[in-house]
């Protein structure tokens, strides 16, 4: 049992950065890979990238590789989405995602913990 809060979230202009944050209270932070997904509007929930449990990969969807980075800390039970050189189509809520297993290809349907999310938005 985990329950997940994600933070960071804002209003930037394209070329800036933000610094999501997840933190997680309950049982077993360290037993699942972590994950952040993304939904636009009249989009479906895509993914955004997984780190490992000890942190030791990373995997991330094509359109932020090289921009985006994911990160965790066990010990203080968060995890970290550092988002550089956004753009305006990287608008969209952004959830945190607890994941039972390594998935060279993660789907939302894989998830067994949502955050409620929090609104990016990047203008023009």
């Known amino acids: 049992q985990m329950q997940l809060r994600e933070s960071g979230g804002g209003l930037v202009q394209a070329g800036d950065s933000l610094r999501l944050s997840c933190a997680a209270s309950g049982r077993g932070f360290s037993t699942y890979v972590m994950g952040w997904f993304r939904q636009a509007p009249g989009k479906e929930r895509e993914f955004v990238a997984t780190?490992?449990?000890?942190?030791?990969?990373?995997k991330y969807a094509d359109s932020v590789k090289g921009r985006f980075a994911i990160a965790r800390d066990n010990a203080g039970m968060t995890a970290y989405l550092q988002m550089n050189s956004l753009k305006p189509e990287d608008t969209a809520v952004y959830y945190c995602?607890?994941?039972?297993?390594?998935?060279?290809?993660?789907?939302?349907?894989?998830?067994?913990?949502w955050g409620q999310g929090t609104q990016v938005t990047v203008s023009s």
């Open positions: 780190i490992m449990w000890g942190g030791e990969e990373t």
């Open positions: 995602a607890a994941i039972n297993n390594w998935y060279a290809r993660p789907s939302s349907n894989d998830v067994t913990y």
